[in-house]
Every structure is written in structure tokens, then in C-alpha cells.
């Protein structure tokens, strides 16, 4: 414990500094705290207290302003604003602790307090004038940031009914403007048929059949629920490599129209329904009668919502496709490099 002057700056400083000019080290988790939620909300620590009340308000400020925090951090934060010192985290050590029960994966907010502490350990004023750079440079991200590459790992399907589902994952383009974007195999248990522009076979069999026998199972399937609320969905064209390569690149822009027409604008009611083409199966081991590949012959569609105004669509499609569905190659296709995507109405 140290003894000094009363004082300190309103709302950073915590009660026994206030009041009998007494400081012990978690005094300084209480500045940490109020420095924290300033970061947080914007709003100096002052005037996020409640007098008549004698609580914080912090928590209903960032409601407010719709900045989602998790419970772990939030709970964190609090316990370094406890008025009473023996109540509070005693050490930083302590609240790493506390953060490292179970992970916190939000790296905004990660990197926003590694700037309220270093805020705090330094020279607080020029370190807080500079918070927005300190975010940078631990890892955050705001306006003053470069924009953060992705991390996007492989999707695994989920299976609902007969359809292999991959939920919405966030992809950028070279902008950073992104977009949600998921995927869906309409039938685990048709393919299309060797050879045919509109026609699909049960695997395993060969009678083939016109696509459109999919629409009344993928109705009953709830296709527009299972791949919920797109605002565009593209149909996906793709050919095995079971003949000559333009006539296959042809043939699989006619399954992805096909796919359009028969399907896609027949069940869904959303602004576009573009088609992407990704040409032939090329992969080397490719055998005529057999998949290679779980997705050359499969009748695929990708549905996108939330797109960031001005988003180069094909770029985080590219992303999207390329790197975060497990197995899928796009490199194995003859139009899946990213100078050769081309979405056509």
C-alpha cells in the first residue's frame, strides 16, 4: 500500500484513492477497468457510473450501441471495477487467468484490452491518445488498421435430410469488404448423368431422370429454410472428366442454367440467380465411371447475404469456395482459377 494525495482523474480512479488517498496494486486493475470500458464504449468511465443507484452502467451502453461482448470478458471487466479492493482481480495474472478458463476467440476484443493495459502501464494519457494504433499493433482492427487477412478453415458438410449443407462463413475480397456466403449439395443421392445436360441418375444406378424430379423432394426438404434467407443464390455448372474439354465446359454451363431454371428460380425468390461455371474435372486420376471428387457430378448451389456495399463478388466467392470447403479443389477444374471465374445471369 501507498499513501499520497487525494485526487486522481474522475472515473479512472478508484474509491480509496478518493477518498483517504490510498493506493494498493489493485488500484490499478480499477484504472484498467475504466480504461477498458472506455475503449469499449467511447465514453470516459465518468459518466457510465450511476450515483443514485451506485452502479455501473457500461453493459447497457454497449447494448445500446449493438457491440456484442461475451459474458467471460464482461464478468472480467466488472470484477475490476468492484468498489471494494479485496473484491476485485488482485494482478493482471489473475485476469489472464480468469480469460484463459475458456478461451476468448473474439480478437477485437482480445486486442482491446492489451491496449487498455498497456494504456495503463505506460504513460497512460499519450498511450490512450494512441489507443486506436496500440489496437493495430496488438492484433485489433479499426479505421486506422490495414485490414486483416481471414483465417478460414475447412468446412465439413452437415447432412439435413438428403442435402449437404455448409453454413455461412464470413469471405472478404482484396478490399476487405465481405460478404456471408454457404453452400449447399442438393442431394446426396443423385448425380448427374454421364453425358446429359438435364438429366440425373441414383447413384449407383444408371436409369437417368430430368433434374426437375429434385424440386418436390427439395421442397419438402425445406431447401429455402435450410439455406436461410439468401439474397442470391448462384448455381453451380461442373462436368467429370468423362469427354473433350470445351465440350465438358460447355456442358457444365448448361447444368449450372439448367440448375438456374429448373430448380433454383422455381424455389427461391431472392434478387439474382447467377451462374458460375467451373469447367471440367481435371484432376489426373480422374476415371470416367467413377468420382474423383465428391462435387464433380453433385448439383451444388452457393447462397451469399450481408454483402458489404461495392463487394467484388467472384474475389470472396473464390475465397469462399477455395478455402473453406473440405475437399473441394478449385484448382482440379478447368475454369477454377480466379482470373477464369465468371458469374452469367
Request: hydrophobic residues 40%.
Amino acid at each position: 500500500m501507498s499513501r499520497g494525495t487525494t485526487g486522481g482523474t474522475m472515473g479512472y480512479a478508484p474509491p480509496e484513492q478518493i477518498r483517504a488517498g490510498v493506493a494498493y496494486p489493485a488500484s490499478d486493475i480499477y484504472a484498467l477497468g475504466a480504461t477498458c470500458i472506455h475503449l469499449l464504449t467511447t465514453i470516459t468511465p465518468d459518466r457510465l457510473y450511476d450515483f443514485m443507484v451506485n452502479k455501473w452502467t457500461w453493459r447497457q451502453e454497449l447494448a445500446t450501441q449493438e457491440r456484442p461482448i461475451s459474458d467471460r470478458l464482461a464478468n472480467a471487466i466488472d470484477r475490476m471495477l468492484m468498489n471494494e479492493v479485496q473484491d476485485r482481480h488482485q494482478s493482471i495474472a489473475c485476469i489472464i487467468a480468469a480469460l484463459a478458463a475458456r478461451p476468448v476467440n473474439n480478437w477485437r476484443l482480445k486486442a482491446m484490452i492489451g491496449a487498455a493495459i498497456l494504456a495503463t502501464t505506460t504513460t497512460g494519457l499519450v498511450a490512450y491518445t494512441n489507443r486506436e494504433q496500440i489496437e493495430c499493433q496488438l492484433g485489433g482492427y479499426n479505421q486506422f488498421c490495414v485490414q486483416p487477412i481471414a483465417r478460414l478453415e475447412p468446412q465439413s458438410p452437415k447432412k439435413i435430410g438428403d442435402v449437404l449443407y455448409y453454413p455461412y462463413l464470413s469471405a472478404t475480397d482484396s478490399q476487405g469488404k465481405s460478404a456471408e456466403i454457404n453452400m449447399a449439395v442438393l442431394s446426396d443421392r443423385y448425380e448427374w448423368q454421364l453425358g446429359s445436360d438435364n438429366q440425373v441418375k441414383l447413384k449407383g444406378q444408371t436409369q437417368a431422370v430430368p433434374i426437375s424430379i429434385l424440386k418436390k423432394e427439395l421442397e419438402k426438404q425445406g431447401i429455402f429454410k435450410i439455406m436461410d434467407n439468401p439474397n442470391r443464390i448462384i448455381a453451380l455448372g461442373t462436368a467429370s472428366c468423362e469427354g473433350a474439354g470445351l465440350i465438358e465446359e460447355t456442358r457444365a454451363m448448361n447444368r449450372g442454367k439448367a440448375i438456374q431454371s429448373q430448380l433454383v428460380k422455381q424455389l427461391f425468390q431472392v434478387k439474382e440467380y447467377p451462374v458460375l461455371n467451373l469447367g471440367q474435372f481435371k484432376r489426373d486420376n480422374c476415371k470416367l465411371n467413377t468420382t474423383a471428387s465428391s462435387f464433380q457430378r453433385g448439383l451444388i448451389i452457393v447462397g451469399m447475404r450481408n454483402e458489404t456495399a461495392g463487394l467484388e463478388v467472384k474475389a470472396a466467392l473464390y475465397q469462399r469456395l477455395g478455402k473453406t470447403i473440405k475437399g473441394l479443389n478449385l484448382n482440379d477444374y478447368s475454369q477454377g482459377s480466379l482470373e477464369k471465374f465468371a458469374l452469367q445471369q
